[in-house]
């Protein structure tokens, strides 16, 4: 429960709403992560929330975690300026489970990858996305990588998702509502998926959103004919403590800070999923 | 004529063996506890009702006390028996005694360009005379949350571990209760230091006690006890035979995980949630309701506090998320309530959270009795919203 103190070196306004932290440990070493894991992230004094880490481990640099300001702890979180003190606890939870980075060898795994996320969902997958483009020039699979917001101005990670279209990744992002400056897709995620191009027979799927989103997206792709078991999931609850104590995080069958946050669609998920107030 | 049992005598018990105290052996082990270093607490009488307390002797503990529970109901009575543990178990749990209600995990201070942080002390080490087999299988079920999963909780693992403990098994179950049903009680065979039995009949007012650890024989074997003789065997089997017969409840376990899991959907909740009122007693006196919120506080003098304090699914902000919580409606925190006593609780901890104490049915302001809830879910296994108003308009 005692987190370790670490210093904001940097920050990045990411929306009106969004701020991404980044964040190196007042003393000792960066700790070890895989993409899709959070951590719980101290407000001193305030509070604490449980935050993705939206860097990827095979970065230089600091960790970098991006959060919405919806509360108080986040609020708090986001207004913290360079030089500032935060508290780390974890790493915690499940993870995407994409290839790691390794120099030298190649990566076994060549199916396609179909990223998609809807808001701010696309932090706990920006790791992620960076492993897999990373991964695709080592013999890895292609990516697709499908991002849906409300208005153009709540996109995060513009300049990543360029940098990855140029890596070799497909990137296609539509909106709720367009702006006047708007010139690309108009819709929810779920149409972007008849035209990503990737190969529904032999490919996995990474889902962050909102559970509506998720839930409606994950359908889509069955009905395409992705495999439910090649499906993957980010779920969220209340969650207090990181370490199964709390009770907060249950979702059904689920401690979601200790099984979760990174779940297989098939079985007992897509069920929760259509079920209300669980 | 009755073979009398041997004189008191001090000497080296084996493990597993039965031995025989009389009251003053009972006073000599809350005293020798107590010498031992240990906290010493047992179930003592305050405001009404039977919960664990500090105890320096048998007078300290419910002498004559009886009691009387019904849904929503819970009374003492006194009689002129002088038995001790004639009584089934009243709101307080030993849970709060390892994971107490409000407990600070750190406090910290800024020192210099980072925080200092000061971890709570350990609890001191604590000795329970008169836990009943139910309580002790309710720690065996919160050890799996905080002691013995991927993260340990050090001042409940720590407490936990160096706690002595002395059961006494069940003579009179409340109408409450329904430990048989979940195995739990009313005897126990392992997983304390001491189990005793309270026996007053005519060969006198004792307790047969087997020791079932080494620190349970290293007590024993200086107390003044007897040899227990065939007698008191059989006296200690009718005990837990009437108290099995006198078991006021029952829940049909075979199958209740899974009944509840298909049954998120099932009228019953909504039923349920018009007389619940959400008011958190149940989880309160719930002897495995682990759920606590983390709360950060500062002072003025810039000293930083965290704390642990217990909180409940009943209570709307267990489920904050944000934009609001998740279960609004008191029908799906009811279900959440239940269905994790009873069903996701395997899947989470491989275990029932519920041992049967029947605390929730006591306690319950209104009544609530989760043993009718789940038999009128198993006799209408598969009811929607839907096909109970097509069969209530059904000619």
């Not at chain 1, 709390?246 to 979702?251: I, M, R």
Request: proline share 5%; with cysteine.
């Amino acid at each position: 429960m005692t987190p370790v103190v670490h210093r904001v070196v940097g920050r990045i306004q990411e929306t009106d709403d969004v701020t991404t932290l980044c964040l190196e440990p007042v003393t000792g070493a960066r700790m070890d992560f895989r993409p899709g894991q959070f951590n719980m992230l101290s407000a001193f004094g305030v509070g604490e929330a449980a935050i993705s880490l939206s860097s990827a481990p095979g970065d230089r640099g600091p960790l970098r975690h991006t959060v919405r300001d919806v509360g108080a702890v986040t609020r708090a979180l986001c207004q913290r300026d360079v030089g500032d003190l935060i508290g780390v606890r974890g790493p915690f939870g499940s993870d995407w489970q994409v290839p790691q980075r390794t120099v030298g060898t190649a990566v076994k795994d060549v199916r396609d990858t179909v990223v998609i996320a809807g808001g701010i969902g696309l932090a706990p997958l920006r790791g992620a996305v960076h492993e897999l483009v990373a991964a695709s020039h080592g013999g890895g699979g292609r990516v697709f990588l499908l991002v849906g917001a409300r208005e153009p101005s709540q996109l995060v990670f513009n300049d990543d998702m360029e940098a990855w279209a140029r890596d070799g990744a497909r990137v296609l992002v539509s909106v709720d509502r367009a702006s006047p400056q708007w010139h690309g897709r108009v819709g929810l995620v779920t149409a972007l998926l008849s035209d990503a191009g990737f190969d529904p027979a032999n490919c996995r799927a990474l889902l962050c959103g909102p559970e509506i989103m998720m839930r409606f997206t994950a359908r889509a792709l069955v009905d395409m004919g992705v495999a439910p078991e090649a499906i993957l999931v980010s779920l969220e609850r209340n969650m207090q403590c990181g370490l199964g104590w709390c009770g907060h995080c249950q979702l059904g069958p689920f401690l979601l800070c200790r099984d979760g946050p990174v779940v297989p669609y098939a079985g007992i998920v897509s069920q929760l999923l259509t079920e209300r107030e669980r | 004529m009755a073979k009398s049992n041997n004189p008191s005598v001090s000497s080296k018990v084996q493990l597993g063996e039965v031995v025989v105290l009389r009251l003053d052996g009972l006073d000599s082990l809350v005293a020798r506890l107590t010498a031992l270093g240990f906290e010493t607490k047992g179930p003592v009488v305050r405001d009404g009702a039977v919960v664990p307390g500090p105890i320096t002797g048998v007078a300290d503990l419910p002498v004559g006390v009886h009691d009387e529970q019904a849904p929503g109901s819970y009374r003492l009575t006194r009689g002129d028996d002088g038995r001790l543990f004639d009584w089934a178990v009243g709101p307080g749990s030993w849970k709060a005694e390892f994971f107490p209600p409000s407990q600070e995990v750190w406090r910290a201070v800024k020192v210099g360009d980072s925080m200092q942080f000061t971890e709570s002390a350990p609890l001191a080490p604590l000795a329970i005379v008169g836990a009943r087999p139910c309580e002790t299988a309710a720690l065996d079920v919160l050890d799996r949350v905080l002691k013995d999963g991927a993260h340990r909780d050090p001042v409940y693992a720590d407490r936990r571990e160096g706690a002595f403990v002395a059961v006494v098994e069940c003579a009179t179950p409340a109408s409450t209760c329904f430990c048989s049903s979940m195995g739990t009680g009313p005897g126990i065979e392992g997983g304390f230091d001491l189990a005793l039995t309270e026996i007053d009949d005519a060969r006198g007012h004792r307790f047969v006690v087997r020791a079932g650890s080494d620190a349970g024989v290293e007590v024993l074997s200086v107390l003044a006890h007897e040899e227990a003789l065939d007698e008191d065997l059989e006296a200690r089997g009718r005990v837990l035979d009437q108290a099995a017969a006198r078991m006021g409840r029952q829940l049909q376990t075979e199958g209740l995980a899974s009944l509840l899991a298909r049954n998120v959907e099932h009228p019953r909740w909504a039923d349920v949630a018009e007389r619940c009122l959400s008011c958190a007693n149940c989880t309160l006196v719930c002897p495995t309701c682990f759920c606590s919120d983390v709360r950060d506080t500062s002072d003025l003098d810039g000293t930083l506090e965290r704390r642990r304090v217990w909180s409940s699914c009943f209570d709307l902000e267990h489920s904050y998320l944000h934009g609001g919580a998740v279960r609004t409606s008191a029908s799906s925190r009811y279900r959440q309530w239940m269905t994790h006593k009873l069903s996701t609780w395997w899947d989470q901890f491989d275990t029932s959270g519920c041992v049967g104490c029947g605390r929730c049915i006591a306690w319950c302001p209104v009544g609530i009795d989760i043993t009718e809830e789940a038999a009128f879910i198993a006799a209408s296994d598969g009811a929607t919203p839907a096909n109970a108003v097509s069969k209530a308009s059904a000619p």
